[in-house]
């Protein structure tokens, strides 16, 4: 269905009957006489005491009456009957997607007789199974939530966990029930707000611009969609019939912000390159403003036409301490031994041989490459000495120095986000509105161990990658009678991310004497973190690109009331597309191993070797060209269909029940450019079986019985009392990979490696052979060229894939201790049901001809050849190989606003179980044949959870008990503050090993974790990191290494020094450790902020806030090393970093803000 189809579609469906979208809300109630009789025929009235929008309804034979579409704020609702006087019930407060009960008991006398009922709105909830928590935008501007982001609602939430320090600009590390982030529904004014590909990408809403946000963690009603991992529903503020506005300055200078805890030096300490300290400089000033449309002389707007804008800005510029690697001047002359290790032995790669059928290669003499040696291309790079020069001495392993930059990473970020919305009302009956929300962020590089005047070489930092993103809806309200309501609205999101490279048409392989090289881009030296020799410290290759994501959407929905039901249907379409292109791809040189060791097989000794060295000499162990031959153009739909009966069995028990329907068209591309392995089809480069497949039609069937039932129950058998329970079935959407995991030989690929099994270099970089040419299919596709296989990776996606499904399910007591007091014990848990993963699927057993030794060389040497398709790399199957669970149990006390106090406190202990955290950017999980130990605790489970928010308007100035009046109100009156308290323990560890003496098959065979020899924990007084913890040798580890062993302990394997027939024993082996076995450090953060009021004139508030995160600088950890490596022990176990500024946990800092409203 195309574009101009949904818009036809939307244009006939706006005008048919409709009910209440996601964001709004409802106000229900039943009306009695004096005796406790149902009221039929009561006229009933809702006004918005902001805007004076009306809304009515009439009470049906059973007495019962409905306002849905209502947005958040304040009513005031009127009763009319004939017989009977008119009661006014004031200050309704009605909360973003709730069904508020509002009864009413009539007096006996005339219609002109009334009577006002006072009495605050009850905290239960009476009417819905649904679980969740709303906030006001009021009171999220006023919380010390740093940036400002409404994700970040999230932390105060029950049921909600995080992996890590979540950021709150995305959801990637959000949790809600125990699901995947990318499960996750963002919805901003009722249409989606995620991206359509990880689905953690969002629309960031300005928050001085949100009326409220609702968080809904399990049994969703079935107008939900899309949120299988539960739900974030943004409301955003309206105009009303006065004119409002505020303008804000938030931010602070360096002497406002702590150093992180690893930072050796204070901000404000001189160093040679910035005798003035480290500068910081933050800002984020925003604004709004709103009221009525008004033209003089052409249109006065009051009481139809509103409108709302806001602007808001994030300017940071600054320096950070980072520390880094970089190649010590010795290492740039050749010299790779190393004080205080004995470093890797390094070889000759120009003397790699055979020796009666055995493989050698001739160690250098003194670990040292002579400068004759060097590569014409080597000494290029380094004439150009692209790296930063090491500042300080660090410490050494043996394969080169740790720590021994610490750098100057300037970041320069600026966001600029937009948001407008129009509301009109033609009448009591119809309305409509538009909404439209613009981010925009500048997307510069943080340059750290590559110099700032080198930017060509810096692959990781050096680029420029500018993103802009917006959303837009707009919809319609018609009632066309009391019992039948009209609300369509359509939206459309385009994001736009581009990434611009330096180095891009620059012709730098011809500076540097590469032959046989395009002059597009800088090629890549190696692969890998910036700062380790396996990536020549940083030059790894990048690649310019634009995408460009759009959704658009369509819903529309209807109710009919009847007796006691309320019943809801409706219809959503969700159209995605992507339009990506990446203009030029890297040259990829690898140098690994070729200064390594071998063994008669000639496979490399462990513990030999260094890539930098390899790097020098300039001899090639691989080179990978590639170029891309037509854009990635996915394209996806998403239809749904949904009926919900809230019926109203008795007076004090409601039913909610439903079921939605979901058919997701299997992805296609514009001109069905994608592509498959197919284990059965027949390979035209080798004629084996297993080959690439180019279908027109999608890679797996519709899969049509998506059937979602949701059914719950709200009984309120006491007036303080309330029992909710549900149970709901969410399908998860599959929408299609990430980036261009289907796209196999539309990508050109030519791989220059030698045969498996043998270990020569082919050649030397600086006298490179000439790529042979891709022949170019009538397809647009291109085969393969080469005769080393396993860089040939393909994507398999499974025929036979479906929806993935979520259940959760909740159980509720809510008690109303007094009229402000609520106490709530709560159960939540889920289970989710095949969701996808990538498997490795061209693999054989870890411990493969284990007890055959000759074939256990053969296979080593040339491991390639024994996979089930040797002539294919790396084969990840998607599909629906995951299950996950969570169980919760919460006690939650919460305190509704008076007398100046609000606080709303609980404790959860949960857990949460998967075999993989993410789907569909998932990087799959090796081997297929050792699941067991994949099903653990997830990366983002955290048993115990505890947070405490309190606001407090001290009882001081105008109308408070105290100092209310004259001089005194000015100097103490207007004070508050507010307090977030947050402890959860820590997310699960995983354990894995390096440097072992022993032989293993490639990591395609399986992943490599140790032996636990004894249960493994954080030792008692982890916090006590030693005296030089600026060092990270001397860091005391927080886990002892001696917890874990080689696999193979239980054989008595030494750790180093074996003997040939320890090697022969002891290699190949499988560790017993699994995935995620230890709890790590916890997160204690506690958040502040006092404020100071001064009212003007009636009208104007200006208001001086400070803010601090980190109150109490209990510091939290990033996860510590846990790569198990006997030959570099003292590198296990430490923890270096801490979250920083936009991170949840972050280090103390302080903001000031000034704000002025009227």
Request: aromatic residues 12%.
């Amino acid at each position: 269905m195309g574009t101009k189809k949904i818009l036809a579609l939307a244009a006939l469906l706006v005008a048919l009957p409709a009910w209440a979208q996601i964001g709004t809300s409802t106000i229900t109630g039943r009306v009695t006489d004096p005796t406790g009789a149902v009221v039929p025929n009561v006229s009933v009235t809702a006004v918005q005491l902001a805007t004076n929008f009306t809304f009515t309804a009439v009470t049906n034979e059973e007495g019962i009456y409905r306002l849905p579409s209502l947005q958040p704020g304040d009513y005031r609702i009127s009763f009319e009957a004939s017989g009977f006087k008119r009661a006014v019930r004031e200050d309704v407060q009605l909360r973003t997607g709730d069904t508020l009960a509002v009864d009413m008991t009539l007096e006996i006398g005339t219609v002109a007789e009334s009577i006002e009922v006072t009495g605050r709105t009850q905290l239960l909830e009476t009417e819905t199974s649904a679980t969740g928590t709303v906030v006001s935008g009021t009171v999220l501007y006023e919380m010390p939530l740093y940036q400002r982001y409404i994700n970040s609602t999230l932390h105060l939430v029950p049921g909600v966990v995080t992996g890590g320090y979540a950021y709150g600009g995305g959801l990637g590390g959000y949790s809600i029930a125990g699901q995947r982030s990318g499960a996750i529904g963002l919805f901003e004014d009722g249409v989606p707000a995620n991206d359509q590909l990880s689905g953690t990408g969002v629309i960031k809403p300005i928050q001085n611009a949100v009326a409220e946000v609702k968080v809904l963690t399990t049994a969703v009603p079935a107008e939900y969609g899309h949120s299988a991992g539960g739900v974030i529903s943004v409301v955003k503020k309206s105009g009303t019939n006065d004119f409002h506005g505020m303008a804000s300055f938030y931010g602070r200078t360096r002497i406002m912000q702590h150093r992180l805890f690893f930072d050796k030096m204070r901000s404000t300490e001189p160093t040679p390159g910035r005798p003035n300290g480290w500068p910081t400089f933050f800002m984020m000033p925003d604004a709004n403003v709103s009221g009525p449309v008004y033209l003089p002389k052409l249109y006065d707007g009051r009481n139809k036409t509103f409108f709302f804008f806001a602007y808001q800005r994030l300017h940071e510029k600054k320096v950070a301490q980072v520390e880094s690697v970089v190649p010590t001047p010795e290492m740039k002359a050749g010299n790779f031994n190393f004080p205080g290790v004995a470093a890797n032995p390094i070889f000759d790669p120009a003397t790699t041989r055979q020796v009666g059928g055995a493989w050698v290669r001739d160690p250098f003499p003194n670990n040292q490459i002579p400068l004759s040696r060097f590569d014409p291309v080597a000494r290029k790079v380094l004439e150009y000495d692209p790296w930063m020069p090491p500042n300080r001495p660090g410490t050494f392993a043996t394969t080169g120095p740790v720590g021994n930059l610490l750098a100057d990473e300037f970041a320069k970020v600026f966001f600029d986000d937009f948001s407008n919305r129009l509301d009109h009302q033609v009448g009591p009956n119809l309305r409509f509105y538009a909404s439209h929300t613009e981010n925009r962020f500048s997307g510069f590089g943080r340059p750290i161990n590559i110099r700032q005047d080198r930017p060509e070489f810096d692959h990781q930092q050096g680029n420029w990658s500018p993103s802009y993103n917006r959303n837009i809806s707009a919809g319609g309200t018609w009632v066309l009678s009391p019992t039948l309501v009209n609300d369509a609205r359509m939206g459309y999101q385009r994001r736009i991310a581009i990434t611009e490279v330096p180095s891009f048409n620059q012709n730098w392989a011809q500076k540097l004497g590469i032959p046989h090289v395009g002059p597009d881009l800088m090629p890549a030296f190696g692969s890998g973190s910036r700062d380790s020799a396996d990536s020549i410290y940083g030059i790894t290759g990048a690649t310019p690109s634009r995408q460009a994501h759009e959704t658009l959407s369509f819903r529309n929905d209807t109710s009919w009331i009847r007796g006691t039901h309320a019943v809801k249907f409706g219809y959503e379409v969700f159209r995605f597309r992507l339009n990506s292109a990446i203009f030029a791809r890297p040259v990829q040189f690898s140098f690994a191993n070729v200064t390594a060791g071998l063994q008669p097989n000639g496979v490399p000794v462990p513990r030999t070797g260094n890539t930098f060295a390899g790097f020098l000499t300039g001899h090639v162990a691989s080179a990978l060209f590639q170029s891309e031959l037509t854009s990635w153009l996915p394209r996806s739909y998403i239809h749904s269909f949904y009926i919900q009966d809230d019926w109203k069995v008795t007076r004090n028990l409601t039913l909610n029940v439903g079921v939605r329907y979901t058919n997701e068209s299997p992805y296609n591309t514009k001109y069905g450019l994608m592509s498959n392995f197919d284990p059965n089809a027949i390979d035209d480069v080798t004629g084996r079986r297993g080959a690439f497949v180019h279908p027109r039609s999608p890679l797996n069937a519709r899969d049509n019985n998506n059937f979602q039932p949701r059914v719950g129950l709200a009984w309120h058998p006491l007036r303080k009392w309330v029992f909710r329970a549900g149970f709901g079935l969410y399908t998860v959407d599959v929408k299609f990979p990430l980036l261009r995991d289907q796209f196999d030989e539309y990508v050109a690929i030519a791989n220059q490696e030698a045969p498996p099994g043998d270990p020569r270099p082919i050649y030397a970089i600086s006298q490179g052979a000439r790529p042979p040419a891709f022949n170019l299919r009538p397809n647009l596709t291109a085969p393969f060229v080469g005769q080393n296989f396993g860089a040939r990776s393909a994507a398999r996606w499974d025929p036979a894939l479906r929806n993935p499904y979520v259940m959760n399910w909740n159980a509720n007591i809510q008690y109303e201790v007094t009229t402000d007091y609520l106490l709530e014990l709560s159960y939540q848990a889920s289970a989710g049901v095949g969701l996808i993963e990538r498997w490795e699927t061209n693999s054989f057993p870890i411990d493969y001809a284990v007890r055959d030794l000759a074939l256990r060389s053969q296979v080593l040497a040339a491991a390639q050849n024994y996979r089930p398709y040797p002539h294919m790399g790396s084969v990840p199957m998607r599909s629906n190989f995951g299950h996950s669970t969570f169980h919760s149990g919460t006690v939650k006390l919460e305190k509704r606003l008076s007398r100046g106090l609000f606080f709303n406190t609980f404790y959860t202990f949960s857990k949460a179980i998967n075999s993989q955290d993410t789907d569909n950017s998932g990087s799959g999980v090796a081997p297929i044949q050792n699941r067991a130990l994949e099903k653990a605790r997830a990366g983002y489970d955290r048993n115990h959870r505890y947070v405490g928010v309190v606001n407090w308007e001290l009882p001081t100035g105008r109308g408070k008990r105290w100092f209310s009046s004259g001089w005194k109100r000015w100097v103490f009156g207007g004070y508050e503050i507010s307090w977030i308290q947050t402890i959860e323990s820590g997310n699960p560890l995983t354990f894995s090993y390096a440097a072992s003496p022993y032989n293993y098959y490639p990591t395609f065979a399986g992943t490599r974790r140790p032996d636990v020899v004894s249960k493994p924990k954080l030792r008692d007084n982890w916090r006590d990191f030693g005296g030089d913890r600026f060092n990270l040798l001397n860091i005391n580890p927080i886990i002892d290494i001696n917890h874990f062993a080689y696999p193979g302990a239980a054989l008595g394997c030494p750790a180093s020094n074996p003997t040939p027939a320890d090697r022969d024993r002891c290699s190949f082996l499988v560790g017993n450790s699994g995935r995620n076995i230890v709890t790590g450090t916890p997160l204690i953060w506690s958040q502040a902020s006092a404020q100071k009021n001064f009212y003007f004139a009636e009208r104007y508030l200006f208001q001086i806030r400070w803010d601090m995160q980190n109150v109490l600088k209990t510091y939290n950890f990033n996860p510590p090393t846990t790569a198990v490596d006997f030959q570099n022990p003292r590198s296990f176990g430490k923890v270096s970093a801490d979250p920083r500024t936009a991170s949840f946990g972050g280090q103390p800092l302080m903001n000031i803000t000034l704000m002025l409203q009227w």
